[in-house]
């Protein structure tokens, strides 16, 4: 649905014509919401990096659309018959720990090795130890973020599939209400709104779901 075939499908419920700058800050902001509250199959990607291009380095540049990282990052060692592995995710914190020698400003005094952990920091994912190789590829799944607002123009409107127009409207409609200090009806719409979510979520974990179990290589 374009934008203002969303617009028309939200005042069949709301009736109120005088509110269409709301209502489409309403879209943006919820369409933001769902992206938040679970990831959708139509806002997944994946991503190869192989950013590493000398020796020393340690930072992977992040997606100009990045969200939310879904699962892990592995790491394909193409100079070696194509082994891999899954990095462990750490903090900030643990990160700095175990590998703060990478600020050695002599960079033979840097431990080197193939990388074991990652952390997310900055919009870059930097891993440890600093990688010995520049032939390692890196890869993980994530969703993206939405770039643009809502307007009349918007072609499509996300979330406004058959099976997820609904839900999207509830938030709407919850927004729009509450703005207007219409408590009881913007509380009654909300809980159409996350049971809606709840149904897309439930939906989408079943499309996915794998019954074998996972076996990992490693370095």
């Not at 291009?53 to 969200?67: A, C, M, N, R, V």
């Amino acid at each position: 649905m374009t934008g203002a075939e969303f617009y028309a499908y939200v005042l069949r419920k709301f009736k109120r014509t005088d509110k269409s700058t709301e209502a489409y800050e309403a879209m943006t902001d919820v369409i933001a919401d769902m992206r938040l509250q679970f990831l959708s199959e139509d806002y997944k990607e994946e991503a190869y990096s192989s950013g590493i291009s000398t020796i020393g380095e340690y930072k992977l540049g992040l997606p100009s659309d990045f969200g939310h990282l879904i699962g892990d990052i592995s790491v394909t060692d193409t100079s070696a018959d194509e082994e891999w592995w899954t990095l462990k995710k750490v903090s900030k914190q643990e990160y700095d720990d175990m590998y703060l020698d990478r600020l050695l400003t002599d960079s033979d005094k840097v431990d080197k090795d193939c990388p074991v952990h990652y952390c997310i920091y900055a919009n870059q994912i930097f891993v440890g130890p600093v990688p010995d190789k520049t032939t390692y590829r890196y890869q993980f799944n994530y969703t993206t973020e939405p770039t643009a607002e809502v307007t009349s123009a918007t072609d499509p409107v996300p979330f406004t599939g058959y099976n997820e127009r609904n839900t999207l409207r509830a938030g709407v409609l919850a927004e729009l209400y509450d703005g207007m200090e219409n408590y009881e009806e913007s509380q009654y719409w909300r809980g159409m709104y996350m049971q809606g979510l709840s149904k897309i979520a439930i939906n989408d974990g079943t499309n996915v779901a794998d019954n074998d179990p996972i076996a990992y290589g490693g370095c």
